[in-house]
């Protein structure tokens, strides 16, 4: 990766050292290019002319095959959604429960609202899992709280607060020798790791445009396995589910049965663009270079004194997100010292009651360098002075 010229294609970088790719990555100029270009045309030639929806419409069909490639998977396994919490919403909506069923979900999950409905709407038992840092602990705990009434795990693969990226594929295995199926949030994992799921065994991925993909906002996918797709009923429907022609209601062929009603295909010719552009990076290329500028932070900060880190000593069970606390010093502070250097991390306030987690969060995309860390650590050692 030639760091020069891809830095050139982030006109962020030259005003601001942006480490929070984990809240929202930088969109590449090549993304907002097409997004604006495509808007622009919507304006100049209206919407329904023939030669812009000629152009338009493939360019989306064209997201989710390039997706269904990077990804490992079919593309109609994959549907669009907004956001991760309307993927989730799909999969537990649409499955069937019973009291006493039993749902696991992780304490640094940020999404896990829709779950915790089911408990209440249902009886639904939601059973919350520490997550270890260690991967043994972490599988050994996790097999300890499958049951026969085990139904569904819920669990980011990589966390949004300790940045834990945790073993999936041996966690599927474990829940489906249970009988159980697995969902996870992927927000944190795709775009920052390669992802294969179909070699990963998920039942459910939950994927967002909008964080390590670079895309824009409101567009993200869900993957539901072929064979599952029958027992997720689409709670929603809109275009495609009838036969105009005839009045008949058949639902769309795979998981395009829960793409529901108009949709904004410019975004979705926004994230086309940007799996475009990090598949011509490559996520190996992408994640190893992620995992050395994480090494680099966490050597320096072990440098200063009153550091805190909260994210896994492994480094096979870290990502490009370390949370960082300072002995006496207030999340607030450190993101205000860090801002006044004109460098953007957030404060990491709440988390489930996890008080090891508190801090500020770290989250250098591959567009970094090892100075745009040595400036954080240098507000940070000035801070610990
Ligand atoms: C792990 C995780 N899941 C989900 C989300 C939210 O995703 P969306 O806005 O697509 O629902 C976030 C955002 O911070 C996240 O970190």
């Known amino acids: 990766m030639d760091i020069t010229n891809t830095r050139a294609d982030f006109p962020a970088l030259e005003n601001h050292t942006y480490l929070n790719t984990a809240g929202i990555g930088l969109t590449p100029q090549p993304v907002t290019a097409e997004i604006q270009r495509l808007f622009g045309a919507w304006g100049a030639q209206g919407a329904t002319t023939p030669t812009f929806r000629q152009e338009l419409q493939p360019l989306a069909a064209t997201a989710r095959e390039r997706a269904a490639k990077l990804f490992g998977a079919d593309a109609d396994e994959l549907a669009f959604t907004g956001r991760v919490a309307e993927s989730l919403h799909i999969v537990v909506d649409g499955l069937p429960w019973q009291p006493g069923d039993e749902v696991i979900v992780s304490d ?187 090494r680099y932070l966490i050597e320096g900060l072990r440098e200063i004194p009153g550091v805190h880190i909260g994210s896994p000593h492994d480094p096979a069970m870290g990502s490009g997100i370390v949370c960082v606390a300072l002995e006496g010093v207030e999340p607030a502070e450190m993101v205000a010292s860090a801002w006044e250097a004109g460098i953007v991390i957030v404060p990491l306030e709440t988390a489930q009651g996890r008080s090891d987690l508190r801090g500020v969060r770290v989250s250098p995309g591959f567009y970094n360098t090892q100075e745009d860390l040595d400036r954080l650590l240098e507000v940070l050692a000035g801070l610990a002075r």
Request: charged share 25%.
């Open 108 to 294: 640094e999950e940020v999404l896990y609202m829709p779950i915790y409905r089911l408990a209440k709407d249902y009886g639904v038992v939601v059973i919350k899992m520490r997550l270890d840092h260690r991967r043994e602990d972490l599988l050994n705990r996790f097999d300890d709280l499958l049951t026969p009434r085990t139904r569904l795990v819920w669990l980011s693969d990589t966390t949004n607060k300790s940045g834990v990226h945790i073993p999936a594929r041996e966690i599927c295995a474990l829940a489906h020798a249970r009988g159980a199926l697995v969902m996870f949030d992927g927000a944190q994992t795709a775009g920052q790791f390669p992802v294969n799921l179909h070699e990963m065994g998920c039942d459910f991925y939950a994927i967002t445009g909008y964080k390590w993909l670079l895309g824009p906002y409101g567009c993200g996918l869900c993957y539901i396995r072929r064979d599952r797709i029958p027992r997720v009923r689409a709670l929603r429907v809109g275009h495609g589910a009838i036969d105009h022609a005839s009045c008949d209601y058949a639902e769309a062929e795979g998981a395009m049965r829960y793409d529901f009603g108009v949709r904004n295909l410019i975004l979705r010719a926004g994230l086309n663009e940007s799996l475009e552009y990090l598949g011509g990076i490559g996520f190996e290329a992408i994640s190893a270079r992620v995992a050395a500028l994480r």
